[in-house]
């Protein structure tokens, strides 16, 4: 009876058992060719371009990547080391009797990718958008590749390219950038059955380029003649400045002045020193400054601006207290004013009175009922 299976194939009378193999590029494939009622007839293995490797266990082909490692009446074996895909297709197992009886062994290579790579097809400025490729030049079958941020999937867009034993691949993703996005980490990873379930990992740190920022760190307190001033230019951006440039508005530096880095000193201060300095960096995608006005404090002029203070509150409490005598006299006045006008009217109204009785008297009309008249 006759016994097939996936791998492995038997003829009708003389049989010839030949297996499938699967190997990685660079590794080492076992050929197997099992015979079944071995009569000692000619057995020959070629090769997929039908080039014969072996003649019943004598090299015929000058290839020392291949050795027979094993004949014999049931199992004839052959290896190849150092395995390309140039090696892949199928290997003849055949036994010559009266007929001949062949089966073919099939070497499958599969080239897992490399660790892929990061190209930056348009770089990433702030407010604009970054453009990224992870490129797998080299896989067999090809390589499934996914771009990665904080454990997300960014999607890109796939691209392959058949090289005709191998693949290549190629993921392209657009992301918007900001300033906050300098050093982010990102990864693309790659797939591949030869990997047995583990990736190949290319991590990448996005480069954001923004322009500079400068501050001027200024010193704590109040400077005074003979004091040292120290003043820092604290600068930021990608990339970084080389130089900063201190300078002095409407003046030039001091002599005393010593630039070291971005530290600006000037030694011993006088008021002559007074004014504005400015610190200026720039980088190609633009150019900041901050500035600091110096005012140097002589000491005599200190101590008399602190003698002041007493002499402005005992002025403002004076003005106070003239301010309100005013206004005391001020209402005694309007208050004498007003009762004097109230006696006035009571006066006349008492005269009023006093000639209408003489007027009823003269009359010779009782002087009561007139008042009381007149009440009425």
Known sequence: ACFITVFQYWSHCQAVQAENVTVLEGGTAQISCRLQNYDGSIVVIQNP???TLFFNGTRALKDDRFQMVLFTQRLVRIT?????????????????????H?????????????TPTVEVKQEAVEGGEAELTCVSPRSKPAATLRWMRKGREIAGVVSLQDNGK?????????????????????????????LNGQKRIRHYRLDVYFAPTVRIVPPAGILREGDSLT??????????????????IND????????????????????????????????????????YTLLVYDPGAV??????????????????????VICVLIVTIWCSVRQKGS????????????????????NGNDASQGKKEYLL
């Open 343 to 362: 006696y006035l009217t009571h006066e006349a109204s008492g005269l009023d009175e006093h000639g209408e009785v003489q007027e009823a008297f003269l």
């Open 252 to 291: 030039t530096l001091p002599e005393r002045a010593e630039i070291s880095g971005t530290t600006l000193q000037i030694s011993r201060l006088s008021q002559s020193h007074n004014g504005t300095y400015l610190c200026q960096a720039q980088n190609d995608y633009g150019r900041a400054a901050d500035h």
């Open 102 to 114: 062949h089966q073919v062994a099939t070497l499958s290579v599969l080239v897992p990718p490399e």
């Open 80 to 100: 190849l080391t150092n395995v390309s895909v140039s090696d892949e297709g199928g290997y003849f197992c055949q036994l010559y009797t009266d007929s001949t």
């Open 49 to 51: 371009r039908r080039q």
């Open 166 to 194: 191998t693949f290549s691949v190629s993921s392209t993703i657009r992301i918007p950038v900001e300033r906050k996005d300098d050093g982010a980490a990102l990864s693309c990873e790659a797939f591949h059955p030869a």
């Open 231 to 248: 003043l820092t230019c604290s600068v930021t951006g990608n990339p970084l400045p080389r130089n900063t440039q201190w300078s002095k």
């Open 303 to 324: 101590v008399e601006t602190h003698s002041a203070v007493p002499y402005a509150v005992i002025g403002g409490v004076l003005a106070l207290l003239v301010f309100t």
